[in-house]
């Protein structure tokens, strides 16, 4: 292999991109602004709490607590044993957990409430605010039913705290956008570029010289993966000014975003070898990457859409890749633990491969 031959071929490839408007903009610029405005509007001022409630009482009082404290608006109730509900705790998927013990009645007003809260170790200020909504909500629950109305007095919760991760949205986000930008970098970066290259026979003349395309289809791959480390380097830079808290390690998101890219180059070079020119090539482009934008929980969790749609959209490429991404930085899983995730994505990075294989051209 001649590799000085190779090196001038991946600079190229590397200035072609940037010189491709279009490209650059979709792949590199969209997702960074997106990440930027998102971050400063800052959508962590819902008053919604995340209660996980454990009840051992095994009493009809405490399910008709359970049953009053459903009916308040800024609760979302979770049942379950102790233990799970405590980790979903530590974790960061419930802000406070309400222990209702074995043998436990309605105290009388002005006497302790007989109930336990755990709460994660979040931000003082915050959890002193969201303590008192949890107050005031056990208080309608216990002497108002029905939400009929505020009472003077508030039974004290016995609180204790649990070390817990404080994730924001910013720590879904981030994940997300790296997800897209590995996904456009992938579609608008190859296609767009070697759409052009089809357009003006440049890659047919390039059968006239001693190159082997071996060597320029390596070096257009090489460039953009560089690009694609890059870009994610800088939003994640971007992330931790933020506030993102890096759970994971750096090789283990290496290699998800290595794969990843995998999958979206091969995508890229499909729609490039299908497409004779870039009015064919932007729309099948769009048509790809929008749905999995909005569907593979790029911006906001899956769990908010319907159940048949959730089905199917676990089964995205994107869905997989983003899973993935979150489950290094919000959770610290090494790749054995993202086995499930590893798996989709080289099943999918197979298929596209396939696919790129039937449907790219040089003419």
Do not use: C
């Amino acid at each position: 292999m001649r590799l000085g031959v190779l090196w001038a071929l991946f600079i190229a490839s590397g200035k072609m991109f940037i010189r491709n408007r279009a490209a650059v903009f979709f792949s590199i610029f969209l997702p960074l602004i997106i990440m930027l405005i998102f971050g400063v509007l800052n959508f962590e001022g819902s008053v919604d709490i995340d209660l996980g409630i454990v009840d051992e009482s095994g009493s009809s009082q405490g399910t008709a607590l359970i049953s009053e404290l459903e009916d308040v608006d800024y609760l979302v109730i979770h049942q379950g044993e102790l233990d799970a509900e405590l980790g979903a705790l530590e974790t960061g998927d419930r802000d406070f957990v309400i222990v209702i013990p074995a043998g436990w009645s309605v105290p009388p007003p002005g006497t302790d409430s007989g109930l336990t809260a755990y709460a994660g170790s979040g931000d003082p200020a915050q959890l002193q605010v969201l303590e008192g909504l949890v107050q005031q909500a056990v208080a309608q629950a216990l002497y108002a039913p029905g939400g009929g109305g505020a009472t003077a007095f508030v039974p004290p919760l016995t609180f204790e705290s649990v070390e817990s991760r404080d994730l924001g949205y910013i720590d879904f986000l981030v994940p997300g956008i790296v997800g897209m930008t590995i996904m456009q970098l992938g579609l608008f970066g190859v296609a767009f570029g070697f759409v052009q290259l089809k357009r003006t026979g440049a890659l047919r003349r390039l059968f006239a010289t001693p190159t082997p395309p071996t060597y320029f289809l390596s070096a257009q791959v090489g460039s953009r993966l560089i690009i694609g480390f890059v870009q994610v380097a800088i939003l994640i830079g971007v992330g931790l000014w933020f506030g993102l808290q890096m759970f994971g390690d750096w090789l283990t998101l290496g290699v998800i975003v290595l794969v990843g890219s995998v999958i979206f180059l091969a995508i890229g070079f499909a729609i490039a070898g299908w497409a004779k020119n870039e009015d064919q090539a932007a729309p099948v482009a769009n048509l790809i990457s929008l749905p999995m934008m909005f569907l593979s929980g790029v911006f906001f969790p899956r769990d908010a859409m319907p159940e048949f749609l959730r089905a199917i959209t676990q089964f995205m490429p994107l869905t997989y890749v983003n899973d993935a991404l979150r489950g290094v930085v919000n959770d610290g899983d090494n790749l054995l633990a993202l086995g499930p995730q590893l798996l989709g994505m080289s099943v999918w990075a197979v298929i596209t491969f396939v696919v790129a294989v039937l449907l790219f051209k040089w003419e």
